[in-house]
């Protein structure tokens, strides 16, 4: 009996190897323009998610005779960041408000990922690999449940550059450098149309250490660090 059910697995086994590889993808190179959108937020703080955008163009290069390995690299636009509630001071009087941190990242993701044709027009695949990311802008926005001008000037006066340095060190908010590990999912169908979700987990510390001295001067105790996190879904058409 345990004979029988070994050798049906083994030739269960073998049958789905020989159809996993009878659509393999063609080896080369290959490029994709990809859009789409973004939630995040800033870990280990009290920062809830905030939606944004993205976009780029990557290169697929699947390798000779790997069936469905692959290597690929991107270049990409990403917004991230985060936004959380927070109490302000007007006249005397305490307001509730919301802080936004809005950044803009130039990344360059490097992965490598395994492909599987379910059918000659629709394959799966998936990536793993890290990420390098520079700040190319960055705001502060400061958000007052309430009206007035002076309401107007609090909220003009809690918007600022988020990368940019400051004679205020509490507004040296950001680091430009970004680094972390990330990875995608992705559906194709007709060898041109992609459906991708993943995620990016970032790995640097991305607050100033002028900005964690003048935390510490003021609380005696330390800033905990602040990491980058990212889930997206896009939309990709494979030239």
Not at 27 to 35: A, D, I, N, R
Not at 217 to 229: E, G, S
Request: charged fraction near 25%; include cysteine; hydrophobic fraction near 40%.
């Amino acid at each position: 009996m345990k004979r029988t059910l070994f050798l049906t697995l083994a030739m269960v086994m073998c049958i789905g190897n020989a159809h996993a590889f009878k659509y393999e993808p063609a080896e080369g190179l290959t490029w994709m323009g990809f859009f789409g959108m973004n939630v995040s937020t800033i870990q280990n703080h009290e920062y809830k998610a905030k939606a944004g955008a993205t976009l780029g163009v990557k290169a697929d290069y699947m390798l000779p005779s790997a069936h469905g390995t692959y290597l690929t690299a991107a270049f990409d636009w990403t917004m991230k960041g985060g936004k959380k509630s927070c109490e302000a001071t007007v006249d005397n009087m305490s307001y509730d408000g919301t802080g936004k941190y809005v950044l803009h990242y130039l990344e360059l993701p490097v992965r490598i990922g395994f492909r599987y044709n379910i059918r000659e027009n629709f394959g799966l695949y998936a990536e793993v690999g890290p990420y390098f990311a520079v700040g190319v802008g960055g705001k502060h926005n400061l958000n007052i449940d309430g009206d007035g001008s002076d309401i107007g000037d609090a909220e003009d006066d809690g918007s600022f550059c988020a990368f940019k340095k400051s004679d205020n060190t509490e507004r040296q908010t950001f680091q430009r450098w970004d680094a972390g590990v990330g990875f995608r999912l992705g559906a194709e169908l007709n060898n041109h149309y992609n459906l991708l979700i993943g995620a990016d987990w970032g790995l640097a510390d991305i607050y100033r250490d002028s900005l964690r001295d003048a935390y510490f001067d003021k609380y005696k105790k330390r800033l905990p660090k602040a990491h980058n996190f990212i889930f997206n879904i896009t939309l990709g058409y494979r030239f």
